[in-house]
Structures are given as C-alpha cells and as structure tokens.
C-alpha cells in the first residue's frame, strides 16, 4: 500500500517537467514513477513528422495508454490500424502487440501514461545510447536489444 502522506502533489506550467531530445523525438517528464512510489508515469511525447515508431512490441508488465493532443498519431495494435485525432485515447494492456507511428508531414503530440511505473526509464536510457552512437541504429544491436530485455519490450517471433 502507498503511503499517501510520502506523496507530493505537483503543479506545472506548459512546457514543464524535464526534457529529453533524441532521434528527432521530444519527452517531457509530467510525473515520474518515483512521484508516484511506482505506482505509474506520465510524459508527453512529440513525435516528428514521419516518425516510424518503434519495433511492432508487446510488455509483460507494462500498461499503456496514449492520448491524442495535437497531429495524427498511427496505432496499431495487432491487426487492427487506428488513426488518432486529437482527444482519441488508446490503451494497450499487456500482452498486446503494438506500436505507433507519426505518417503525416507535421509533428503530433501525445500524453503516454505508463503502468505501473517504471518504464519511463527506458527512455532516459535509450537517449543516452542513441546520443553515444555514431548512427542509428547503432552497429551492436545487442546494446540495444538488452536495453529492450531490460525494460519489458518483448517482440513477435519470425
């Protein structure tokens, strides 16, 4: 059980909470597992135009769910391939395979919630690989292959 009175609220401005810049992707950290004793995580995503997205996916722990602000964002999940306009909502509950994709020539803007938290590490981590290799994606896939191990990314068998 969380402990309510360890907990801080939190009040930001627009454009808020911190930053990361990486492969054309901007995240801003609203809440972090760690405001919330990991119990989820919230960040908003701007997807550059023509963002392919990652990997097809799926978590054995993870939840997400994804909520349209501004562009069009690409889902799909399984087979089904769904366009989300601003105020479209998504939830991926785990098991289910998925990724998203910016296709359309202007940014899109998204909020991601993540739970239970924790995964938002993930992209502080693959920040860090993307901004120490030469190209992307980097000649040892296994640097990032056991950044996905690590953080509950599973992926389609071929």
């Known amino acids: 059980m969380i402990n309510q009175t360890q907990l801080q609220p939190r009040l930001l401005k627009p454009g808020a909470g ?5 492969l054309g992707v901007n995240l801003s950290f609203k809440v972090e597992s760690a405001d919330t004793a990991g119990a989820w995580a919230l960040l908003e995503y701007i997807a550059p135009p023509l963002f392919a997205g990652p990997p097809l996916h799926w978590h054995k ?3 997400e769910a994804f909520y349209v602000l501004e562009g069009i964002m690409t889902f799909r999940m399984g ?6 306009t601003p105020g479209a909502m998504v939830y991926i509950p785990t098991g289910v395979l998925h990724t998203f994709s910016n296709q359309e020539e202007a940014p899109a803007r998204f909020l991601t919630f993540l739970y239970p938290g924790g995964f938002e590490e993930y992209f502080k981590e693959l920040a860090a690989l993307a901004q120490s290799e ?3 994606p980097p000649r040892e896939l296994s640097k990032l292959q056991m950044l996905y191990a690590k953080y509950d990314n599973f ?3 071929k």
């Not at 911190?18 to 990486?22: D, E, H």
């Not at 087979?79 to 989300?84: A, C, D, L």
């Open 18 to 22: 911190p930053m990361l810049s990486f």
């Open 61 to 63: 722990v993870t939840n």
């Open 79 to 84: 087979e089904e391939v769904f366009k989300g």
């Open 134 to 136: 030469p190209s992307w």
């Open 155 to 157: 992926f389609p068998e």
